[in-house]
């Protein structure tokens, strides 16, 4: 049984309406601006999001020292209950402890960061 779906894919960028604008232009859709988070809704409903990342080093493809950069939100239906799963299958968490917020955020047993979202 799956613990979560796919909620949106994240892409951390220094400039997040650029981003958009050029995956609009590739893609089609419609740019939802909110300032560091820019979502783009796909013709197909799919979303694309990018968040301003301060710092951001972009990756170099192929290269072991600035491997590529992602990460995943995954909606869920109870935060607790998905926690405790992703845990049990070895995710670690990196940032959970304000549980007042609406998601948290977890390592893959390989270390690519994801959250998991309040649906």
């Known amino acids: 049984m799956a613990l979560a779906t796919l909620d949106v894919v994240v892409l951390d ?4 309406h650029a981003l958009a ?3 609009a232009a590739v893609l089609g859709g419609t740019i939802n601006d909110q300032g560091e988070w820019v979502e783009l809704r796909l013709p197909d ?5 990018f968040q301003e ?3 951001f080093v972009p990756p ?14 995954l909606q869920v239906d109870d935060l ?3 926690e405790k799963g992703v845990l049990d299958l070895g ?3 990196l940032d959970t402890e304000d549980r007042t917020r609406t998601f948290r955020v977890y390592a893959d047993p390989a270390g690519h960061p994801f959250c998991l979202c309040a649906g």
């Open 21 to 23: 604008e050029f995956y």
């Open 53 to 55: 990342a301060p710092g």
């Open 91 to 93: 995710a670690k968490p």
């Open 80 to 82: 607790d209950t998905a």
């Open 45 to 49: 409903g799919k979303r694309l999001a």
């Open 13 to 16: 960028c220094p400039e997040p």
């Open 60 to 73: 170099k493809w192929p290269s072991a020292e600035h491997s590529q950069q992602f990460h995943l939100d």
